[in-house]
């Protein structure tokens, strides 16, 4: 890319100096105004192709510590150098076409000479303009497009110092002299189109140079973004041009009890549809984890934990008189103090209570991570005693192989019960829940020191599949 952009560069260098020499020369032997406006105008194309390559030179340099967004934006500052050189070219050129139209008289040789170099410098100019724009558009390049610009309005003014030769030639064969102040006028022309163009210019170039973003830019990312499952809402962005990159950076919304392999991947299809809208784009997503309209208070729970890089467990709330009373467990890392902890797990009960609607009190129990409580694990024997007994439970409620999978653990110093009961295939839903609902209050009545019981309905067919299996 380097290579291509400077080669393009340094050939309308060349062709900037042949153009401007020929022009001066055939411009005073002439006399014509018209064409030294062109000599003029060429020579602000040489500095302007100068800058040019230095400019695609340098902004191709890799970012560094000084320059983190790389050295694109020399690009842009060598369009806008060149559109303040070619205006205050203009202004000389409007000046002496005012004094020659209005105050003196200057004799304009309308040659074959100068009819020939306008012709050849409109031949180069179309050729050194369409490689210049080709380049340009492949590689984004501000600094090319300016210099593109430079030769395709020199096609332009070209044109019109040909007219006004055409037009004095016309006058001295026809004897009409006032025909002779067509060069004058063919000059201001040429000044006017130029500045138009070069004003056009420096504005986008001065757009970059001060980040200022494309116009409903900013809404459309919002809008393709929020199209992105699992974002919630987006917001913040800015986007800022550095030569032919673009960087883009915002904010996203997602559940707070997302994952961090969740976000992660929202995060980056988020970038994808980024850099589909913006071209060359570097995009950088920040993920801001809020409350779903639906989030549960569990999942609220574990959420503000994960924040703080917390876990918690045995979460009880208890709703009395439309109040929550929350209970927790929370595990910290071992390594830290007393003070430290307790700090830490504070702040997140403070949270609890500021973001949980209606919560009158939150008590939290601090443990090591990977630890069992105080209270221990319950002893081996007890859990076999404990399986027993669910299993002699179950069959006088169900039948012997009315059940499966019985499962006794110790959790917090509490018993965790889980098992699989069997229903008619053609059961009503309302009497499947209905019989594990009793099967668990009978559990809880009959056996000490439980907690937590699962009874898990399926239908009674699942039960050949599983001795056929």
């Known amino acids: 890319m380097s290579n291509e952009k400077t080669t393009v ?12 020499a020929f022009k001066l020369i055939v411009g005073v032997l002439s006399g014509s105004l018209g064409l030294l406006s062109e000599a003029a105008h060429s020579a602000l194309d ?7 390559f230095f400019a695609v030179r340098f902004a191709d340099k890799p970012a560094d510590a000084s320059h983190p967004y790389g050295h694109g934006k020399i690009e842009n500052l060598s369009a806008l150098i060149e559109a303040a050189l070619l205006i205050v070219t203009c202004g000389w050129i409007i000046y002496e076409a005012i004094q020659r139209l209005f105050f003196k008289s200057v004799a304009v040789d309308a040659s074959p000479w100068a009819f020939a170099i306008v012709a050849i410098s409109i031949i180069i100019d179309f050729s050194r303009s369409r490689a210049l724009s080709r380049v340009a558009r492949k590689y984004d390049s501000q600094a090319l497009e300016a210099d593109a610009l430079h030769f395709s309005t020199d096609i332009w003014s070209s044109v019109v110092v040909l007219v006004g030769l055409a037009l004095v030639k016309l006058g001295e064969l026809t004897g009409q002299h006032w025909l002779t102040r067509s060069d004058a006028v063919a000059a201001l022309g040429v000044a006017l189109i130029v500045i138009v163009v070069s004003v056009r210019l420096g504005k986008r170039a001065s757009d970059v140079l001060l980040d200022s973003a494309p116009r409903d830019l900013a809404e459309k990312i919002e809008q393709r973004a929020k199209a992105v499952d699992g974002v919630l809402h987006a917001s913040q962005v800015r986007v800022r ?4 990159a673009n960087f883009v ?27 589909s809208i ?5 995009v950088l997503v920040h993920v801001d984890p809020i409350a779903a309209s639906d989030e549960r208070l569990l999942d609220t729970l574990r959420g503000l934990a994960a924040q703080h890089e917390l876990e918690v467990h045995s979460v009880r709330v208890q709703n009395i008189q439309g109040q929550h009373y929350v209970q927790f467990h929370v595990e910290v890392d071992e390594s830290l103090t007393m003070q430290e902890a307790h700090a830490l797990v504070s702040h997140l009960e403070d949270e609890v209570r500021l973001l949980v609607p209606n919560v009158a009190d939150v008590t939290s129990h601090i443990e090591p991570v990977d630890q069992e409580s105080a209270d221990g694990a319950l002893p ?8 027993r007994e669910v ?20 959790l917090d110093g509490e018993l965790s019960v889980s098992l699989h009961v069997f229903v008619d295939d053609l059961s009503p839903i309302r009497a499947a829940h209905d019989l594990s609902t009793r099967l668990e209050t009978h559990l ?25 299996a």
């Open 380 to 387: 081996a024997v007890m859990l076999a005693a404990t399986q």
């Open 391 to 410: 299993e002699r439970i179950a069959t006088h409620a169900v039948g012997v192989h009315g059940f499966h999978e019985v499962s006794v653990r110790s």
């Open 249 to 275: 950076d915002m904010h996203i919304a997602v559940e707070r009890a997302s994952t961090f392999d969740e976000s992660h991947r929202i995060a980056t299809a988020v970038e994808n549809v980024v850099k």
């Open 278 to 282: 913006v071209p060359r784009g570097d």
């Open 444 to 468: 809880r009545q009959q056996i000490p020191n439980v907690g937590r019981v699962l009874v898990h309905v399926e239908p009674r067919s699942m039960a050949s599949n599983k001795e056929g």
């Open 46 to 52: 040489l500095i302007a192709a100068a800058v040019t």
């Open 241 to 244: 041009r550095v030569g032919a």
């Open 9 to 20: 560069a340094a050939t309308s260098i060349a062709a900037a100096i042949f153009l401007t």
